[in-house]
């Protein structure tokens, strides 16, 4: 059988000082991607995404869950010792790993994410019907930004889907309660939970795409350095278009007569001044 060796880079990536305070932390799990070693039959792994106070954000690593609950306590160990020291949000499916989390980061609330919710929700809807059922789930939720008016595509009516899937949206209209905390977070912390819990998800579906398309993998060590790789390939995406965005700002500031000033939270560094543990 061929051995893998783990990418540096992407080991590297991985393993480098984070910032010491996060606004949000998003925690994914990717379940079950397809291995051909005898032993490996599938693996599971994790995935951290952390926005900062001004909206700088970044992947801060990937993990290998070896089984335990979603995500396992040594991703917060592990954030502590690249640096983290404070998180004010964590969202995501923390279920058996709540105390560790607020063992490390005992200040944060934990929140669920809306994200992941609708999708496991529409997982079990028609294709066809996925993308209308998921925007009637988001109005329920008055999520004004993510949920049109109208219900796509244009031959599917409101009243039809709720007549296809009676149970789907009644239980859903049961389960709003929960993401209230979310809806009461004071700005500009809501607006900042719902964009990081929205890239994560987005980045996560690309991810979920490129496995497909790459099929089983020969062990779990090419498995992980496929997801590492990838979330670092996208890591330096979104960075790279942050710059842009501020020197686009920068330019128009100039333009103006005005002096650019920077947009951030008092103690909380941008991302290009992080400080190692």
Same mark, same amino acid.
């Given at each position: 059988?061929?051995?893998v060796?783990?990418?540096s880079?992407a080991?590297?990536f $991985?393993?480098?000082p984070?910032?010491?305070?996060?606004?949000?932390i998003?925690?994914?799990r990717?379940?079950?991607?397809?291995?051909?070693?005898?032993?490996?039959?599938s693996r599971?792994?994790?995935w951290?995404?952390?926005?900062?106070i #001004?909206?700088?954000?970044?992947v801060?690593?990937?993990w #290998?869950?070896?089984?335990? *609950?979603?995500?396992?306590?040594?991703?917060?160990? #592990?954030?502590?010792?690249?640096?983290?020291?404070?998180?004010?949000?964590?969202?995501? #499916?923390?279920?058996?790993?709540?105390?560790?989390?607020?063992?490390?980061?005992?200040?944060?609330?934990l929140l669920?994410?809306?994200? *992941? &919710?609708?999708a496991s929700?529409?997982?079990?809807?028609?294709?066809?019907?996925?993308?209308?059922?998921s925007?009637? $789930?988001?109005?329920?939720?008055?999520?004004?930004?993510?949920?049109? &008016?109208?219900?796509?595509?244009?031959?599917i009516s409101?009243? /039809?889907?709720?007549?296809?899937?009676?149970?789907? $949206?009644?239980?859903?209209?049961e389960?709003?309660?929960p993401?209230q905390?979310?809806?009461? %977070?004071?700005?500009?912390?809501?607006? %900042?939970?719902? &964009?990081?819990?929205?890239?994560a998800f987005?980045?996560?579906?690309?991810?979920m795409?490129?496995?497909?398309r790459?099929?089983?993998?020969?062990?779990?060590v090419?498995?992980?350095?496929? /997801?590492?790789?990838?979330?670092?390939?996208?890591?330096r *995406?979104?960075q790279?278009?942050?710059?842009e965005?501020?020197?686009?700002?920068?330019?128009?500031?100039m333009?103006?007569?005005l002096?650019?000033?920077?947009?951030?939270? /008092?103690g /909380?560094?941008?991302?290009?001044?992080r400080? &190692?543990?």
């Amino acid at each position: 059988m061929r051995i893998v060796e783990p990418n540096s880079a992407a080991t590297n990536f $991985l393993s480098r000082p984070l910032c010491r305070r996060y606004a949000v932390i998003v925690l994914t799990r990717i379940s079950t991607l397809p291995v051909k070693a005898e032993a490996d039959q599938s693996r599971t792994f994790c995935w951290a995404y952390g926005t900062l106070i #001004n909206g700088d954000a970044e992947v801060l690593g990937a993990w #290998n869950s070896d089984g335990e *609950q979603p995500i396992p306590v040594k991703v917060f160990g #592990n954030l502590r010792d690249r640096g983290v020291e404070f998180v004010a949000h964590g969202v995501g #499916n923390l279920i058996g790993a709540e105390s560790a989390f607020m063992g490390t980061f005992g200040r944060a609330m934990l929140l669920p994410s809306i994200e *992941q &919710s609708v999708a496991s929700t529409v997982a079990a809807v028609k294709p066809a019907h996925r993308a209308a059922v998921s925007n009637l $789930l988001r109005a329920a939720l008055g999520d004004a930004d993510r949920a049109p &008016s109208s219900v796509a595509p244009d031959e599917i009516s409101r009243a /039809v889907l709720r007549e296809r899937y009676p149970k789907l $949206l009644r239980q859903w209209d049961e389960a709003v309660a929960p993401f209230q905390p979310v809806a009461a %977070l004071p700005e500009p912390y809501r607006s %900042l939970v719902r &964009s990081a819990d929205r890239t994560a998800f987005e980045l996560h579906e690309r991810l979920m795409k490129a496995i497909h398309r790459h099929g089983p993998f020969v062990d779990s060590v090419e498995a992980f350095d496929f /997801v590492a790789s990838a979330l670092m390939r996208a890591d330096r *995406q979104y960075q790279r278009g942050a710059r842009e965005g501020r020197l686009a700002r920068s330019a128009v500031a100039m333009r103006s007569g005005l002096v650019p000033g920077r947009l951030r939270g /008092v103690g /909380v560094p941008t991302l290009a001044e992080r400080v &190692s543990p």
